[in-house]
C-alpha cells in the first residue's frame, strides 16, 4: 500500500474509534443517572482498576504496548466520570493548584465548586453541595498542611482517593508589566515560601493572601500595576493575565499530594493506601507496640507524623498512611491489635495508591 493509502485507512480507523468514544461516553452518562437515582458513588475504584487490567491484558495479546494503552484509557474512564455528574468541591478561585489537582483526577469536563476556606470544602460535601472534595494534605518541600489534617479528625468524611500534582510556579501581573516594574507580590504564604530564593532577588514587598488564584483576580480586579502574583499557568490564562516567567520554585522536586474526600472509601483494589489518626495509651512501647505488628505483617509504613491533640497540652495523635486496604487480612488484624495499644483510632479512608506524578520516582 501507498503511504496515501495508509492515511486513508488510518482516517477511516479514527472516525471509526471516535464514534465508539462517543457511544461509550452516552453509556457512561446514562450510568451516571443510574448511579444518581440510586445513590451509588460515582468513582468505583475496582471497576476501573479491572477495567484497566482488562485493556493491558488485551494489548499484551495484540502485541501492543500496555503502559501506552493503560494511559489511553486512563483518560477515556476520566472523560466517562466527567460524564456522570461529578461536583468536585475545592478551596480558591478558579485557577487555583487544588481546582488544577481535582480536574486531573476527575477528567477536564468534572464541575468543580470553588470554596474560600477548606472548611467549605468539607461543608460542601457533607451537605451534598458537591460529590467529592479535593484537599491539600501535604508539599514536598514545606510539609504537612496542619488544618487538613485537623478538619480530617473531626469530619465524618473519607479519603477515597489521592492526587500527587507537580507544583509549578509562576509570576503573573497585569498585561505590560516587567521584572522592573514589580514591587509587589502576592500569593498563598505556602506559594511564597516555595520560592523565596527567586523572590529573594526580586526585592519586592511580600503580601501573604488566601489563595494562588485568587490573588491574581485581585490584582487583575484592582488595578495593581505594580503588583504580580504567583500562581499557575492556568490562573493566567483564565484572568487573561501576563505571565512574566514560570518555573520560579525553589526546587523541581515540589509536588503536592491530595486527598479527595466523599462520604465513603474506595472498595479494595490491590493497590491501596489506608490512612489513620490514633493515640496510644500512656505506657512505654506502646506506639512500638503498634508498628511492630505492621512490620510483622509485612505492612509498608508510608508516613507517620504527630500533631497536639488540641485538647491537653502535650498530648499528641499520630497521623499514620501504610500500604494495603483496611478490609485486607494483614491489614485488619493489625488495626484489630491497635485497640489493644491506642485510647482511641479513626480510620481516615483506604484508596488506590495515586500513580507517580511526571518527575517524581515511583
Not at 107 to 127: M, S
Not at 189 to 196: R, Y
Not at 267 to 294: C, I, M, W, Y
Amino acid at each position: 500500500m501507498s503511504l496515501e493509502e495508509l492515511r486513508n485507512e488510518i482516517d477511516g480507523i479514527d472516525a471509526i474509534i471516535v464514534k465508539l468514544l462517543a457511544h461509550r461516553l452516552k453509556l457512561s452518562a446514562q450510568i451516571g443517572n443510574i448511579k444518581n437515582h440510586s445513590g451509588i458513588p460515582i468513582t468505583d475504584a475496582a471497576r476501573e482498576s479491572r477495567v484497566l487490567e482488562h485493556v493491558k491484558d488485551m494489548a499484551h495479546n495484540e502485541g501492543v504496548d500496555t503502559a501506552a494503552v493503560e494511559k489511553i484509557y486512563r483518560q477515556i474512564v476520566a472523560a466517562s466520570k466527567s460524564m456522570q455528574g461529578i461536583a468536585v468541591a475545592f478551596q480558591g478561585e478558579p485557577g487555583a493548584y487544588s481546582q488544577e489537582a481535582a480536574l486531573r483526577f476527575f477528567g477536564e469536563k468534572a464541575d468543580t465548586l470553588p470554596c474560600e476556606t477548606l472548611e467549605d470544602v468539607f461543608q460542601a460535601v457533607e451537605q451534598s453541595k458537591a460529590s467529592f472534595g479535593i484537599v491539600p494534605v501535604e508539599n514536598s518541600l514545606e510539609g504537612s498542611i496542619s488544618k487538613t489534617y485537623d478538619l480530617l479528625l473531626d469530619s465524618t468524611l473519607k479519603v477515597c482517593g489521592e492526587l500527587k500534582l507537580r507544583v509549578s510556579h509562576c509570576l503573573i501581573a497585569n498585561p505590560g508589566a516587567t521584572l522592573d516594574s514589580i514591587k509587589k507580590v502576592y500569593s498563598h504564604p505556602q506559594a511564597l515560601g516555595q520560592c523565596q530564593a527567586f523572590l529573594k532577588h526580586l526585592n519586592s514587598e511580600i503580601i501573604p493572601t488566601y489563595d494562588t488564584a485568587g490573588s491574581v483576580k485581585m490584582i487583575k480586579e484592582k488595578r495593581i500595576l505594580d503588583g504580580a502574583a504567583v500562581a499557575s499557568v492556568r490562573a493566567a490564562e483564565i484572568y487573561n493575565m501576563q505571565v512574566i516567567t514560570c518555573g520560579i520554585e525553589d526546587n523541581a522536586n515540589n509536588f503536592t499530594r491530595f486527598f479527595v474526600l466523599a462520604k465513603h472509601d474506595s472498595p479494595p483494589t490491590g493497590n491501596d493506601k489506608t490512612s489513620l489518626v490514633f493515640s496510644v495509651k500512656h505506657r512505654p512501647g506502646a506506639l512500638f507496640a503498634f508498628l511492630q505488628e505492621l512490620a510483622e505483617r509485612g505492612i509498608n509504613l508510608t508516613k507517620i507524623e504527630s500533631r497536639p491533640t488540641r485538647q491537653k497540652p502535650w498530648e499528641y495523635n499520630f497521623y499514620l498512611d501504610f500500604e494495603g486496604h483496611r478490609e485486607d487480612e494483614c491489614p485488619r488484624e493489625a488495626l484489630l491489635k491497635l485497640e489493644d495499644y491506642a485510647l482511641f483510632v479513626k480510620v481516615l479512608g483506604s484508596y488506590p495508591k495515586a500513580a507517580a506524578s511526571n518527575g517524581e520516582q515511583a
